[in-house]
């Protein structure tokens, strides 16, 4: 079974679309949420992410954009992009978004993986080092979790003699590549697909990742996508210029 694996793709439909075209064969997707927030797209991205499947985990945007998470807890950006996202939602994209499930989430035919935004004990907590990572990496029985929040691609493993993290390297910063991890027996693993829409590791090409689980390989991807496209979305919508400029760093 091979899965697609895309996490926080924030309203960025042409991310999504590129994501979606570059991607090889799959049998199933799952989304690490954050479907929204950010960009400027939020009806036609989760109407184009329903299409693709049912499995779902919520991101703390997601929360946000319907009123389950305090906007104090975000950054002024994040708040004003939160505020704009609710008042575009469709009544059916809002009631879709608040029934979104809490993580972890199974997934359905391979009881080896689980899904999650955050972290398995707090879908909001930000893993972004081995420090964080250990405790879950141990405390859960489940030995490979899928997470996302950081838009931060690569992950954290462990084993009986050591435990660290990991990040794809590629080539290039503008053409389409993949880079390929076997996982291997009697090893935790927590993998982070990276962000389809707001990349945050100095890359700016959409992010996402596919599972062999007949084979145990994680294929992490990049893809360039129409940037400039996206970038006048988000200034014709009157968000934040900043939310369109850093879409061009990768930060």
């Given at each position: 079974?091979?899965i697609?694996?895309?996490?926080?793709i924030?309203?960025?439909?042409?991310?999504?679309?590129?994501?979606?075209?570059?991607?090889?064969?799959?049998?199933?997707v799952a989304?690490l949420?954050?479907?929204?927030?950010?960009?400027?797209?939020?009806?036609?991205?989760?109407d184009?992410?329903?299409?693709?499947?049912?499995?779902f985990?919520?991101?703390n945007?997601?929360?946000?954009?319907?009123?389950?998470?305090?906007?104090?807890?975000?950054?002024?950006?994040?708040?004003?992009?939160?505020?704009w996202?609710?008042?575009?939602?469709?009544?059916?994209?809002?009631?879709?978004?608040?029934?979104?499930?809490?993580?972890?989430?199974?997934?359905?035919?391979?009881?080896?993986?689980?899904?999650v935004?955050?972290?398995?004990?707090?879908?909001?907590?930000?893993?972004?080092?081995?420090?964080?990572?250990?405790?879950?990496?141990?405390?859960?029985?489940?030995?490979?979790?899928?997470?996302?929040?950081?838009?931060?691609q690569?992950?954290?493993?462990?084993?009986?003699?050591?435990?660290?993290?990991?990040?794809?390297?590629?080539?290039t910063?503008?053409?389409?590549?993949?880079v390929?991890?076997?996982?291997?027996?009697?090893?935790?693993?927590?993998?982070?697909p990276?962000?389809?829409?707001?990349?945050?590791?100095?890359?700016?090409?959409?992010?996402?990742?596919?599972?062999?689980?007949?084979?145990?390989?994680?294929?992490?991807?990049?893809?360039?996508?129409?940037?400039?496209s996206?970038?006048?979305?988000?200034?014709?919508?009157?968000?934040?210029?900043?939310?369109?400029?850093?879409?061009?760093?990768?930060?």
């Open positions: 079974m091979r697609l694996l895309l996490s926080d924030h309203a960025n439909l042409e991310a999504l679309e590129a994501c979606l075209a570059a991607a090889p064969a799959h049998d199933a989304n949420g954050d479907v929204v927030g950010y960009g400027a797209s939020p009806n036609e991205v989760i184009r992410s329903r299409e693709l499947g049912k499995v985990v919520r991101g945007h997601d929360k946000a954009a319907t009123g389950l998470l305090d906007l104090e807890d975000f950054n002024p950006l994040a708040a004003t992009s939160a505020m996202t609710r008042e575009q939602l469709s009544s059916e994209h809002h009631e879709w978004l608040r029934e979104l499930p809490h993580g972890p989430v199974p997934l359905e035919n391979v009881p080896q993986a689980q899904l935004h955050g972290s398995p004990a707090d879908e909001d907590a930000y893993v972004v080092s081995i420090g964080d990572a250990l405790v879950p990496l141990l405390a859960v029985s489940t030995p490979l979790t899928f997470f996302g929040h950081t838009h931060l690569g992950g954290f493993f462990a084993n009986g003699s050591s435990a660290d993290g990991f990040r794809p390297e590629y080539r910063v503008g053409q389409a590549e993949s390929s991890l076997q996982l291997k027996p009697n090893t935790r693993y927590m993998i982070n990276g962000s389809v829409g707001q990349p945050r590791d100095g890359d700016w090409r959409a992010a996402f990742a596919l599972f062999d689980t007949d084979a145990q390989i994680v294929h992490f991807h990049r893809t360039p996508y129409n940037l400039k996206a970038q006048e979305r988000i200034l014709s919508a009157n968000l934040p210029p900043r939310l369109a400029t850093r879409l061009a760093a990768g930060r």
